[in-house]
């Protein structure tokens, strides 16, 4: 396995290998481009469908043949952002998307094998960019590209989850290199390798500590959150959504799961790395259907680490303790980062009194109960040690 047979590289893991700031979109875009670029300022008049409601169908259907997966991936992007900011962004949501949004960001998500709404990749992974191009992906020298109200606290949240993707590249690269590693039956090179991922989760650990730094959590809650919520289990929008003017889904109204980090694909591509399983519950099911919601690169990335990987019967099999050390450090670097989410969790939005439309303090923006089960998961991961 080579991280550039997935589109991925060292230095940038699951992030997109371009930068968005240098992609254009065709003419027939330049609406869709102005109305994303002042998207902040659409939602402010309160008014936002009214302006939404004018843009043109720039008719894509043939451009999307051809056009460059980076192009493609932009236009998710503004689209997706376009879509949230339609349902949420004003005090009821709507029963339906108009067609003139509806057909071509049904048309850009078919392209890339994704779900028609905000995912994770078009709100971090594609949404950044370096200010200093030749300096590293560090918060310093990042910033979100694409808005909804904009704000430090709606930047910082986003701009954390940059900086770890792109610290996890070491972890990516090294899990690539681990399955060869553990079928030639390298001790050293396996030890070397897992000491280095250690290391690389305790870069990453600390970019999420700084997460309160400037994310304040009653703002994220009441001005970050309401706008990636999906429309799966959600009482705002009983049964889902009608995508107006898109014949496969004949005028039904759909289901699908908010942006989450959850959606991210560390996590789960260190449980298939490791072998970490998880006994059957609500979460577990939503984590196997967000699956379906990633990059389908990143998707298959997973699943070839999790049917080619051995390593965790090679380090039980080997007779080195410092092995298995450095095994069970990285096991546990997983369960930490989980101990971490389920902090966030609790103070982001469990604790935050009341709620607003769509935003029950109880559910994740994916649309299922979290706090439980994030715990249980927890649990599980550090018990499956060597």
């Known amino acids: 396995m080579e991280l550039k047979d997935y589109g991925m590289s060292r230095d940038r893991g699951f992030l997109s290998h371009y ?67 339609y349902v949420w962004g004003e005090d009821e949501a709507p029963a339906s998307l108009p067609a003139n949004i509806a057909r071509p960001m049904v048309a850009i998500s078919d392209q890339l094998g994704q779900a028609p709404l905000l995912p994770y990749s078009g709100y971090v992974l594609d949404n950044w960019a370096r200010l200093d191009k030749s300096g590293p992906i560090t918060l310093d020298n990042i910033y979100m590209h694409q808005n909804f109200v904009g704000g430090d606290d709606e930047n910082w949240f986003v701009m954390i989850h940059v900086a770890i993707e792109a610290e996890a590249g070491v972890l990516l690269d090294n899990a690539a290199k681990l399955v060869a590693v553990a079928r030639n039956g390298d001790e050293a090179e396996a030890e070397r390798l897992l000491v280095e991922m250690d290391a690389a989760w305790e870069r990453i650990y600390e970019h999420f500590g700084r997460m309160p730094e400037r994310c304040d959590p009653y703002i994220y809650f009441h001005r970050v959150r309401p706008y990636i919520h999906g429309w799966a289990n959600n009482p705002a929008l009983d049964g889902g959504l009608v995508y107006e003017g898109v014949e496969k889904f004949a005028g039904k109204p759909q289901a699908f799961r908010g942006q989450t980090g959850s959606q991210s694909s560390i996590v789960p591509a260190m449980d298939a790395l490791f072998q970490v399983g998880h006994s059957d519950d609500p979460l577990r099911s939503f984590l196997d259907e967000l699956h379906h919601y990633r990059p389908v690169q990143h998707r298959r990335f997973i699943e070839d680490l999790a049917a080619r990987s051995t390593l965790r019967g090679f ?33 982001y939005i469990n604790k935050q009194a009341g709620s607003i439309a769509g935003n029950d303090p109880d559910v994740g923006t994916g649309g299922t109960p979290f706090m439980k089960y994030l715990k249980k998961h927890r649990d599980e991961n550090a018990a499956q040690t060597v």
């Not at 240098?22 to 402010?44: E, H, K, M, R, Y």
């Not at 039980?316 to 966030?344: I, M, P, V, W």
Request: proline share 5%.
């Open 19 to 85: 930068e968005i700031d240098t992609v254009s979109l065709p003419p027939q875009f330049g609406a869709i481009d102005d109305a994303a670029g002042n998207l902040s300022g659409l939602l402010s008049t309160g008014r936002v469908r009214h302006w939404l409601d004018q843009l043109p169908d720039p008719g894509i259907e043939d451009w999307i043949e051809s056009a460059p997966d980076e192009q493609v991936r932009t236009a998710m992007v503004r689209y997706s952002f376009l879509v949230q900011a």
């Open 315 to 347: 380090v039980e099999a080997s007779g080195s303790e410092s092995l298995k050390d450095a095994f069970n450090a990285c096991l546990n670097q997983s369960a930490r980062f989980r101990t971490r989410h389920l902090e966030y969790a609790a103070s």
